[in-house]
T-cell receptor
């Protein structure tokens, strides 16, 4: 199946710092999403970004589908940004697996005040 | 509804008992997914519904696990003869169209088997 690798696995920041999270995937995809899982376990959809660039406040994401990677940028980090960031992709193929999102192992972000 | 609703939010059960977990997707969403997240781990795919049919059941760990969806809406995940290794957070997500749109997740059911 498709492989999804996220880096770094852990990241510790001081409040106000910027960061870049990376997601590499092994095959052609037709969907890529970034999620934030907060300390209470809730998964929040940040971006639906199979290609191109999107911005939402202090967060932005870029997916270069032809090179099989995506980047999530967090600027001016806040303590509330802490949690786990997951990248998830859907294989660009027909058949029974086309609906399924495959998740990376996540990046654990800790922002200190 | 406004979001994906799961119930119960927490469930503690004795080993060997059966449990049912419920998911109410966003109204009009045709695709529904179940995932499992063990402590400190990523998300493990269980099953995917398109309407009432399940084109992909490849993630169900054993025949103790089953799921159904009725009326193209509510889904129930059933675990028979629960084991301690079944302890995890079970997450449900829905999507307007499996091929075109992103997922929205519910808050999950935390299952503890004692």
């Amino acid at each position: 199946g498709i492989q999804v690798e996220q880096s770094p696995p852990d990241l510790i920041l001081q409040e106000g710092a910027n960061s870049t999270l990376r997601c590499n995937f092994s095959d052609s995809v037709n969907n890529l999403q970034w999620f934030h899982q907060n300390p209470w376990g809730q998964l929040i959809n940040l971006f639906y970004i199979p290609s191109g660039t999107k911005q939402n406040g202090r967060l932005s994401a870029t997916t270069v589908a032809t090179e099989r990677y995506s980047l999530l940028y967090i600027s001016s980090s806040q303590t509330t940004d802490s949690g786990v960031y997951f990248c998830a992709v859907r294989l660009n193929a027909g058949g029974t697996s086309y609906g399924k999102l495959t998740f990376g192992q996540g990046t654990i972000l800790t922002v200190h005040p | 509804g406004a979001g994906v609703s799961q119930s119960p939010s927490n469930k503690v059960t004795e080993k060997g008992k059966d449990v049912e977990l419920r998911c109410d997707p966003i109204s009009g969403h045709t695709a529904l997914y179940w995932y499992r997240q063990s402590l400190g781990q990523g998300l493990e795919f269980l099953i995917y519904f398109q309407g009432n049919s399940a084109p992909d059941k490849s993630g169900l760990p054993s025949d103790r696990f089953s799921a159904e969806r009725t009326g193209g809406s509510v889904s129930t995940l059933t675990i028979q003869r629960t084991q301690q290794e079944d302890s995890a957070v079970y997450l449900c997500a829905s999507s307007l169209d499996a091929r075109l749109y992103g997922y929205t997740f519910g808050s999950g059911t935390r299952l503890t088997v004692v």
